[in-house]
């Protein structure tokens, strides 16, 4: 027994403005294009899309969101930071923190850190503040002493170079031999805890 099956040809109308059906306009970037296409070329559509008429969508459907969002908030923060530095008096400037040591900002430290029972990384902290390109350093480092070397953030959130080994001295020569700019009262040798 043959059933034959009549089929009749689905019409689909896609938007000129995204080329996507009428009931998807909503989701691209500018839905207020789609709407003003479909209400002039197809306005039995645009009727049972948007039944309020023009109104499909929020007053404020323009306003999108502009690049580097959270920039904005860190000048923001900036900004209050410096205004309650300021509230004193006139003339008035602001008092130092008692019992805080600032530590010196120009100091590079080198430290040798345990990773297991006999491997051990040799950790540079420091370098970027006298101007030294972190990455072209560390891949230096590594064709030197043939090892592993990158940079990474520690703790602090600072970015410093790891060095497979344990390559203290040999790295506090080194870089006092590549960048002289740098005076080596501020390179320091940090030892490693005893266990």
Request: aromatic share 6%; hydrophobic share 30%; with cysteine.
């Amino acid at each position: 027994m043959a059933v034959s099956f009549a089929m009749d040809k689905l019409k689909i109308v896609y938007c000129g403005e995204c080329t996507l059906p009428p009931e998807y306009c909503e989701y691209t970037s500018k839905p207020a294009k789609c709407r003003k296409w479909l209400k002039e070329m197809h306005p039995e559509i645009f009727a049972k899309l948007y039944p309020g008429g023009d109104d499909g969508l929020p007053a404020d459907e323009n306003k999108h969101q502009t690049r580097g969002g959270k920039g904005l908030l860190n000048q923001d923060k900036a900004e209050s930071e410096t205004a309650e530095g300021t509230e004193g008096a006139e003339g008035e400037s602001p008092k130092p923190q008692k019992g805080k040591k600032k530590p010196d900002a120009q100091l590079i430290t080198i430290k040798r850190v345990d990773r297991n029972k006999r491997k051990c990384i040799t950790a540079i902290n420091g370098l970027e503040k006298h101007g030294v390109d972190l990455k072209k350093t560390a891949k230096v480092f590594a064709g030197k002493f043939a090892c592993g070397s990158s940079v990474t953030k520690n703790n602090q959130n600072q970015d410093e170079i790891h060095i497979q080994g344990d390559v203290n001295e040999a790295v506090e020569k080194l870089i006092l031999q590549m960048f002289p700019q740098i005076p080596v009262e501020s390179v320091k040798l940090v030892a490693s805890k005893a266990k």
